[in-house]
């Protein structure tokens, strides 16, 4: 259970925020970040003048029907052709949960209905990263989070 639930994206960021769990159960996609994400110092619940993380926290995105999330992951060749995987999001879920890999938010593009999330996925042997893209057909996100880390600033 989360304090705070804010629907307003405009004061909150996801760049550079981990999340290493992710939940998808009655139409309810969740991104759990161990680490929290930023409150930017415009935020009303923010008591000071600089971007801070919170605590752990949680994104929810109530999605429109089971079409409504596309992963791409994006892998170099040896020659150097990238190639672009579809993934599915069971297999990407169980993969994070797993600990295989985490993702790295680095850049949001919001259009009516949907969002782009251009990401890094981190593994712990080679090759180390790779490019990822997550689209997501919502309307509605949640953010959630408890308290803020005035101590981790931007």
């Given at each position: 259970m989360y304090k705070h639930c804010d629907l307003d994206d405009s004061c909150i960021s996801l760049h550079d925020c981990c999340a290493e769990k992710i939940n998808f159960d009655n139409g309810i996609l969740s991104f759990i970040f161990p680490d929290g994400f930023w409150i930017t110092q415009y935020h009303s619940l923010n008591d000071s003048d600089?971007?801070?993380?919170?605590?752990?926290?949680q994104v929810d995105f109530e999605i429109f029907d089971k079409k409504g999330i596309e992963i791409f992951i994006f892998n170099k060749t040896k020659k150097g052709t990238v190639i672009r995987n579809d993934w599915e999001l069971i297999n990407f879920r169980d993969m994070v949960n797993?600990?295989?890999?985490?993702?790295?938010?680095?850049?949001?593009?919001?259009?009516?209905?949907?969002?782009?999330?251009?990401?890094?996925?981190?593994?712990?042997?080679?090759?180390?990263?790779?490019?990822?893209?997550?689209?997501?057909?919502?309307?509605?996100?949640?953010?959630?989070?408890?308290?803020?880390?005035?101590?981790?600033?931007?």
């Open positions: 600089n971007t801070v993380l919170t605590n752990s926290s797993a600990g295989n890999f985490r993702i790295e938010f680095l850049t949001q593009y919001k259009s009516h209905e949907s969002f782009l999330f251009k990401c890094w996925v981190w593994f712990d042997r080679a090759p180390y990263h790779s490019e990822c893209e997550i689209i997501i057909y919502s309307e509605k996100v949640l953010y959630r989070w408890n308290e803020l880390r005035y101590d981790c600033s931007w």
